[in-house]
């Protein structure tokens, strides 16, 4: 290249504020208080919204006092469920995260850190909605009570493993449940989500659709073909996106983070967008109750980022001390979605550190227990889980003559 | 019965499946109120209101992705990809998604699809509006692919991919959306109600995927064709002097291996057309498997006529599509052996 | 399906105004006035230019007069020369449009109407910057002096055809000229503009480069791609949205215009975000401008969006009359840029009635002799006006052994 | 010379090409300071700056189309796709784009891009990390196709295809990344420092596109095999007691047709092996080649030995992968005919 020419254009890379051996510095970003984001109403048209783009809803401050006029009023009883689902969650992750270690299983992934994320919304939204979730949110098929077994058995592939042995570990699929088959490809499901509430209002049904991808997914073109179709035709359907900060070892910027906010993503489109404390179940759950109503009112779609940070790395296969301060996730300044919620339930009287530590025990036993169970029937790699002619079934409806032939090819 | 094109064969499929079944519903670019920039979906948006049949955004993969989506909940839609050039954007959602939904999950989750797009050339499309992209579906495990070659198979045809529960790839030779074209330009365009196959019955029939035509029964020499190339296939038979049996496909996965196989063993001989370019075409696969199951009654190497490998060019795309003179050629060598 | 349920969701679909047979009504919208929107630094923050994606930056006004902050003072003989540019893209057009008629090419599209938007663009950048167009911008060839002798000859595919017979009649290239390949594919060079301005800027070179897609062609994933990667690495490129109001048949909002401007979708990703009136040769001059000196200092890219009407068929393949007012074009309010420019050079005391008349012949005279000449080359289907085997050629590099196979397959 | 894996030697050919020509930049999803999953990229950043090696938005479309872009401008950059499975967005881009950009501007522009990208099975990634699509780059007129076994091979191949003028799929073995993994799970895996391929030059030198590597020579069989196959291939070969002769094919496209033709000729029967699906996988195209080139030649049908048509199951991935019994059982079927 010639030697640089006076006023000669150059080119920018964005790059994080810390690297490993630095100190966390999250010292740019400023928020809102807790209670200061004033609560539109559900109707309110989209062009008066764009604010929320750049703000962020906070209802529990770190005291774990609720404030202001997004505090949903939920009944403790539902309170202690969510934290009960939380901790199930993190309790489960870390001893899948384990057995992955242990060689039991090929690969997982944690939602450590962003575990209310998943749960407020799943509590927020109706039972029977329709959730098309990426691959970090297995704390909504917690939250709706599927079985922990079932979720190990396909974890370790083993012989009851619903998915036959087919699937990634936490790629899981239960239609009863309202949760779409997870797929490896980054934010393919977004306008799928998008279709399927366009159906919904087709049929005249009753029930939305709610998706959720990472921050760093929204550059793919499907979360543009997403918004533009739920836009176009007012979808009755939730967007969340989990910007957790980091995509594998690429941090938020490289998304384009640098240059303004996820939720303004949907300034762009028309559509509501809501910046949401993700680490404040309160908060969590009330945008995803304000957007399921807009939805269900047939007012269409809307945007929500969740505002947290990944705590654990991206996989089993990350070593994230390679690209970020080891203590970058302590150094969070909105805290720990679990421990916020047990000071809210505890300030209300409703709950106490001895119970916490209850609960938490309990969901370390029930871990523990259903973990044995599952390993009793196999792990990854256990002889005769998956009939060898399972791999030729369920291409299509039924077996062509080609896929035939070679199940014979198999010997089978 | 009525004597119709392709395209209004296409449009009556469409229209009774859309009266027969509140499930199904089409869309696409330029699909609603226009009736789409072939015709094929005209009058429907009329006749079954807006939400059945409506424009979509320029975006086939959230065209591709919306139809996911819809056929999860339950409804049969069927999209347009305006040409078939215009797939590639859609291509990861065919593939990674419609495909393997029902694999991937058990049965529990289904797609039940219907990809319509025009392909093929001598319209003087160009590079982008001529294409024939069918071995990039037929490569993918839990696709269909079906290709008609005139309007009562187009219309049959269309309805069992409708009625198909897994996603069914369903590509429309352009070329002969309004007559029997067969490669000869310098002969007057016959229209479609000189061809018995314009008998296209009103209502509701179908033809069941998988199983191939003989288009023309002969003795001599086998040739796999489908689309616009089965009736350029007739032409060169015509003036080859040869008694030549020709096959449309119809289906090309899950392709009628015993038809062929059938045809094959009898003549000893084949010949392999098609528009696409030549490598890694379809009609590698169908060489691949007509020396597999044949290999003992060839009696001469197998012959691919097909489009070269280059882009379509605009102004020598007659140079470009297989005509009846290269079909004729590689017919005698076949012969010669 | 079942009978509608109360409150039941329903499905939106967007239709226009006004239908053939109806009056077109342009009553829903409200323009700011000529010369009312401040023109802010071409260093102001991103943030400090959302608002401009909601306007309509104008300098004409009816009458002819240059109004306001935008108002570019440029040389009446760079307006003369754009006037003349205009008169030619027009009369060029026209013959062209009938040459297809009279079966002499397979295809042509015109830009009847939108001429401003090409050619005030492509005086406003430097010669050398590059640029990305769409098929509608054969204007900016036309101002850049490309030969119109060698445009038709690629019209007819004759034996001059630069593109040796190989591309639709509209897909030009000219390197020389600064003028990408044209793609029949929407939207594909989008991203490929930023690469490219990424490149220019990676090599300290001081080329920006812009881009234009239709209104309709921002719904495809490699618009999301381009804004992606441009607010990323801050590429100096101008994104231009060319919203003629249709994309063959469907409305603008079908490609969700609805909701938003598409100059809205800047907003977004954080890119500056001008929209102006794309029938207003100086509005569109200035705001070109301003984003070119943006992109030159480093400060990244703007996306223009040209509000502007087509005021033809979408092709020669195309019958609009099928799908909206026939007058439609005529209603449309921002008039007609040709008639316009010509006002405010008058206005200036720089042109007159005559002279105008004169220019329209001048430039129906150079398109009719051009043409004469074009055709004595030849006219599409001429035989022998391509050898055959230049087919196999420039595939690749060098001629692998199969192509030449193929090519002795033809005799060749 | 040093000994290094296939992915020092990957490391060292973009090293080595970086240092040669400023015009070479590579990136990618998390090929900057973190130097790439596979760690391809690393310390490139921190060695050549990040305005030469840096990460990418996770929108494989915009990093073709960027890469196209600065080709167009007259760099030679490398992009590195995280897996093949995930090509998919950027597949247009490719095929309608960089390929046939020459072509339709007549040479006016034209693209140097290498596009790298690990595909391939064996490591339990389930099916979108798994995946072999060499032949949906095979059939594009336009693209080279390029497929190393060994690290000396892919450190001169990947020099050569940023050398060239023309836009080459540069599909990376991943089973075979840090060891010549030859499809029996039951040994031990060797590493490549005990395989004399991976004694690598430190610096410049390729090996050119479209040339074949006979793996081993033979008298009783073809083996035509690419990346990881080809080691599976020889462990075949090795308890097969036949005497194969095994080409590594390294081009796709142009495939080195000379010594399939003069191997086939010699033996008179041939099996193909891949691990993508089967219909219309490229060992169709080679099967059809064969047949054509070859066709009184052959003893024997043509046997492929290839993944099944169905997505890549994550547990069952070792009765997919075609393992050395599956290509001895059709060494065999050939030689008995
Ligand atoms: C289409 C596609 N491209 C690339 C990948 C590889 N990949 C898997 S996860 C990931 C990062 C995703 O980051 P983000 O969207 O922020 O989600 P998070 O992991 O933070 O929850 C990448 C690049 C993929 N799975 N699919
Ligand atoms: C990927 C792709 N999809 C579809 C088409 C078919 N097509 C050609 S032009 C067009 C309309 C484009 O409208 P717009 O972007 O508004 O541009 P305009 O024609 O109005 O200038 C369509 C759908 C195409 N060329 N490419
Ligand atoms: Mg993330
Ligand atoms: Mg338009």
Same mark, same amino acid.
């Given at each position: 290249?010639?030697?640089?020419?006076?006023?000669?254009?150059?080119?920018?890379?964005?790059a994080?504020?810390?690297?490993?051996?630095?100190k966390?510095?999250?010292?740019?970003?400023?928020?809102?208080e807790?209670?200061?984001?004033?609560r539109?109403?559900?109707?309110?048209?989209?062009?008066?919204?764009?604010?929320?783009a750049?703000?962020?809803?906070?209802v529990?401050?770190?005291?774990?006092?609720a404030?202001g006029?997004?505090?949903?009023?939920?009944?403790?009883?539902?309170?202690?469920?969510?934290?009960?689902?939380?901790l199930?969650?993190?309790?489960?992750?870390?001893?899948?995260?384990?057995?992955?270690?242990?060689?039991?299983?090929?690969?997982?992934?944690? /939602?450590?850190?962003?575990?209310?994320?998943?749960?407020a919304a799943?509590?927020?939204?109706?039972?029977?909605?329709?959730?098309?979730?990426?691959?970090?949110?297995?704390?909504?098929?917690?939250?709706?009570?599927?079985?922990?077994?079932?979720?190990?058995?396909?974890?370790?592939?083993?012989?009851?493993?619903?998915?036959?042995?087919?699937?990634?570990?936490?790629?899981?699929?239960?239609?009863?449940d309202?949760?779409?088959?997870?797929?490896?490809?980054?934010?393919?499901?977004?306008?799928?989500?998008?279709?399927?509430?366009?159906?919904?209002?087709?049929?005249?049904?009753?029930?939305?659709?709610?998706?959720?991808?990472?921050?760093? /997914?929204?550059?793919?073109?499907?979360?543009?073909?997403?918004?533009?179709?739920?836009?176009?035709?007012?979808?009755?359907?939730?967007?969340?996106?989990?910007?957790?900060?980091?995509?594998?070892? /690429?941090?938020?910027?490289?998304?384009?983070?640098?240059?303004?906010?996820?939720?303004?993503?949907?300034?762009?489109?028309?559509?509501?967008p809501?910046?949401?404390?993700?680490?404040?179940?309160?908060?969590?759950?009330?945008?995803?109750?304000?957007?399921?109503?807009?939805?269900?009112?047939?007012?269409?779609?809307?945007?929500?980022?969740?505002?947290?940070?990944?705590?654990?790395?991206?996989?089993?296969?990350?070593?994230? /001390?390679r690209?970020r301060?080891?203590?970058?996730?302590?150094?969070?300044?909105?805290?720990?979605?679990?421990?916020?919620?047990?000071?809210?339930?505890?300030?209300?009287?409703?709950?106490?550190e001895?119970?916490?530590?209850?609960?938490?025990?309990?969901?370390?036993?029930?871990?523990?227990?259903?973990?044995?169970?599952?390993?009793?029937?196999?792990?990854?790699?256990?002889?005769?889980?998956?009939?060898?002619?399972?791999m030729?079934?369920?291409?299509?409806?039924?077996?062509?003559?080609?896929?035939?032939?070679?199940?014979?090819?198999?010997?089978? | 019965?009525? &004597?119709?094109?392709?395209?209004?064969?296409l449009?009556?499929?469409?229209?009774?499946?859309?009266?027969?079944?509140?499930?199904?519903?089409?869309?696409?670019?330029?699909?609603?109120?226009?009736?789409?920039?072939?015709?094929?979906?005209?009058?429907?948006?009329?006749?079954?209101?807006?939400?059945?049949?409506?424009?979509?955004?320029?975006?086939?993969?959230?065209?591709a992705?919306a139809?996911?989506g819809?056929?999860?909940?339950?409804?049969?839609?069927?999209?347009?990809?305006?040409?078939?050039d215009?797939?590639?954007?859609?291509?990861?959602q065919?593939?990674?998604?419609?495909?393997?939904?029902?694999?991937r999950?058990?049965?529990?989750?289904?797609?039940?699809?219907?990809v319509?797009?025009?392909?093929?050339?001598?319209? #003087?499309?160009?590079?982008?509006?001529?294409?024939?992209?069918?071995?990039?579906?037929?490569?993918?495990?839990g696709l269909?692919?079906?290709?008609?070659?005139? $309007? #009562?198979?187009?219309?049959?045809l269309?309805? &069992?991919?409708?009625?198909?529960?897994?996603?069914?790839?369903?590509?429309?030779?352009?070329?002969?959306?309004?007559? $029997?074209?067969?490669?000869?330009?310098?002969?007057?365009?016959?229209?479609?109600?000189?061809?018995?196959?314009?008998?296209?019955?009103?209502?509701y029939?179908?033809?069941?995927?998988?199983?191939?035509n003989?288009?023309?029964?002969?003795?001599?020499?086998?040739?796999l064709? #489908?689309?616009?190339?089965?009736?350029?296939a007739?032409?060169?038979?015509?003036?080859?002097?040869?008694?030549a049996?020709?096959?449309?496909?119809?289906?090309?996965?899950?392709?009628?291996?015993?038809?062929?196989?059938?045809?094959?063993?009898?003549?000893?001989?084949c010949?392999?057309?098609?528009?696409?370019?030549?490598?890694?075409?379809?009609?590698?696969?169908?060489?691949?498997?007509?020396?597999?199951?044949?290999?003992?009654?060839?009696?001469?190497?197998?012959?691919?006529?097909?489009g070269?490998?280059? $882009? #379509?060019?605009h102004?020598?795309?007659?140079e470009?599509? $297989?005509?009846?003179?290269?079909?004729?050629?590689?017919?005698?060598r076949?012969?010669?052996?």
């Amino acid at each position: 290249m010639s030697p640089r020419k006076p006023n000669a254009l150059d080119l920018h890379i964005p790059a994080p504020r810390a690297r490993p051996g630095d100190k966390p510095d999250f010292s740019g970003w400023t928020f809102p208080e807790p209670g200061d984001t004033p609560r539109p109403d559900v109707g309110a048209a989209a062009v008066e919204l764009r604010e929320y783009a750049y703000g962020l809803i906070r209802v529990l401050d770190m005291e774990g006092n609720a404030l202001g006029p997004w505090s949903p009023h939920i009944e403790p009883e539902t309170l202690r469920r969510g934290l009960k689902y939380m901790l199930l969650t993190r309790a489960f992750d870390d001893r899948m995260y384990r057995a992955q270690r242990q060689g039991k299983t090929s690969f997982y992934m944690q /939602s450590f850190g962003e575990e209310a994320v998943s749960v407020a919304a799943a509590l927020a939204l109706n039972p029977d909605d329709m959730c098309f979730p990426s691959y970090r949110q297995q704390g909504i098929l917690i939250a709706r009570d599927y079985p922990l077994l079932t979720m190990m058995n396909q974890i370790y592939s083993n012989a009851r493993d619903p998915m036959r042995g087919r699937q990634l570990p936490v790629m899981y699929s239960s239609k009863k449940d309202g949760f779409f088959t997870i797929s490896g490809n980054l934010a393919t499901q977004v306008p799928q989500a998008v279709g399927w509430a366009m159906a919904s209002a087709y049929s005249g049904d009753l029930r939305i659709a709610s998706t959720w991808l990472g921050e760093g /997914s929204t550059a793919e073109g499907d979360f543009h073909a997403a918004m533009t179709f739920a836009a176009v035709y007012k979808a009755p359907v939730i967007v969340n996106i989990v910007n957790n900060q980091w995509a594998i070892s /690429s941090f938020q910027g490289i998304a384009g983070g640098e240059n303004t906010t996820f939720a303004a993503r949907g300034v762009g489109y028309g559509v509501p967008p809501l910046r949401v404390d993700g680490n404040d179940f309160l908060a969590v759950y009330a945008v995803t109750k304000w957007a399921a109503e807009r939805a269900r009112s047939n007012l269409g779609p809307t945007l929500i980022e969740h505002f947290t940070y990944r705590g654990g790395p991206h996989s089993t296969s990350d070593d994230p /001390s390679r690209y970020r301060p080891a203590d970058e996730a302590r150094a969070w300044p909105l805290g720990d979605p679990i421990e916020r919620l047990k000071r809210h339930l505890i300030s209300l009287g409703e709950w106490s550190e001895d119970r916490h530590r209850e609960a938490q025990d309990a969901a370390l036993e029930t871990v523990r227990t259903t973990g044995r169970e599952a390993e009793k029937v196999g792990v990854l790699g256990a002889e005769g889980a998956h009939a060898r002619e399972s791999m030729f079934e369920d291409v299509y409806k039924e077996m062509p003559w080609h896929l035939r032939q070679q199940r014979e090819e198999e010997g089978v | 019965m009525a &004597a119709m094109t392709m395209i209004q064969a296409l449009n009556s499929a469409l229209d009774t499946m859309m009266e027969r079944d509140p499930k199904v519903l089409t869309f696409g670019e330029d699909v609603g109120y226009f009736g789409g920039v072939f015709k094929v979906t005209e009058h429907l948006q009329q006749k079954h209101g807006a939400k059945r049949c409506f424009d979509a955004p320029i975006n086939e993969c959230g065209i591709a992705a919306a139809a996911i989506g819809m056929a999860v909940y339950g409804l049969r839609p069927v999209i347009e990809i305006q040409f078939a050039d215009y797939m590639y954007p859609a291509y990861d959602q065919l593939v990674s998604e419609a495909a393997r939904i029902r694999y991937r999950s058990v049965n529990d989750y289904t797609v039940p699809l219907t990809v319509r797009m025009p392909y093929g050339g001598g319209i #003087y499309g160009g590079q982008t509006h001529s294409q024939s992209p069918e071995a990039l579906f037929t490569h993918v495990a839990g696709l269909k692919t079906v290709i008609p070659s005139t $309007p #009562y198979d187009a219309k049959g045809l269309l309805i &069992a991919a409708i009625e198909d529960d897994d996603p069914v790839i369903f590509m429309e030779p352009k070329r002969v959306y309004n007559g $029997p074209f067969d490669g000869r330009r310098d002969r007057p365009v016959q229209p479609w109600s000189k061809h018995p196959a314009s008998d296209v019955p009103e209502g509701y029939y179908r033809i069941p995927l998988g199983k191939a035509n003989v288009a023309r029964a002969g003795q001599d020499v086998t040739v796999l064709a #489908y689309g616009t190339m089965v009736h350029v296939a007739l032409a060169a038979a015509e003036v080859s002097g040869l008694d030549a049996e020709i096959i449309d496909l119809r289906t090309l996965v899950p392709v009628d291996i015993e038809a062929i196989t059938a045809s094959v063993a009898k003549t000893g001989r084949c010949v392999i057309v098609h528009e696409a370019t030549r490598t890694s075409g379809y009609g590698a696969e169908l060489s691949a498997l007509v020396q597999e199951h044949c290999f003992y009654h060839l009696e001469a190497p197998i012959q691919r006529v097909t489009g070269y490998d280059t $882009p #379509y060019p605009h102004a020598l795309e007659w140079e470009y599509f $297989p005509t009846p003179p290269r079909i004729v050629k590689a017919m005698r060598r076949v012969m010669e052996g």
